[in-house]
């Protein structure tokens, strides 16, 4: 089974991005559209992506903003392609600047596109180290859990970021308001929706491993509780 490389195209010429669609097709890459700033902060909030191709001029927020926030407020750091009209030098040193990888001036050829997202691709899984806490071992790169050495399961969407903020701080544990913020950065949100995403990530980890792996400290936050290795099921 290939692997998919998951790319969002966000992009508001309906022309242009059906025409990234029909080139990069499906069978190598999984894609998602957003033709506005905001759906694509919606969806950067929500999904794990491997690459983002970005336009600067759309509705709603410009493609340097929405980078900036990516960085800055969400601490995300998937790689970013900007693809706009928008050519000068001063341009590229302020896409460069709020953070992203690389920059293609329109009009390209689709081929040097794909070129671009398989080489982010692979730079940033060669890159990921991964992380480990006693018997677990969490890989950044394709959001892969395993105990022990055993059974992998694959994280998505905001379980993934959970667990990486679990396992990044441990031994330490997750604050409710330091793990609110990363999630829904600038939102006001509901206890009762953090723990409810805390809940499905225990029992997706339960059913598979026969440990919830995360412990609640009432009025503090969460701390990732991996059992020691012999302890371990594998």
Sequence with gaps: MINKTKVLIVEDNTELAENLYEFLGEE???LDLAQGGMTALHLLDTQVYDVVV??????GLSGFEICRRLRKDMNNQTPIIFMTAKGTIEDKEEGYLSGGDDYLVKPFPLRELALRINALHRRRHHDAQPLRAKSLRFNPGNLEVRLNGGQAIALSGLAAHIFEALIRSYPDF????SLSSRLWPGRDVDANTLRTHIY??????????????????????????PPDPDQAES
Excluded: N
């Excluded at 970005?54 to 509705?59: A, C, S």
């Design 28 to 30: 190598e890459y999984e």
């Design 174 to 177: 997750v604050s409710y308001d």
């Design 200 to 225: 499905m990530l225990r029992k997706q980890l339960q059913d598979a491993y026969g440990h919830s792996l995360i412990k609640t400290l009432h009025g503090r936050g969460y701390i990732l509780t």
């Design 54 to 59: 970005l336009d600067v001029m759309i509705p």
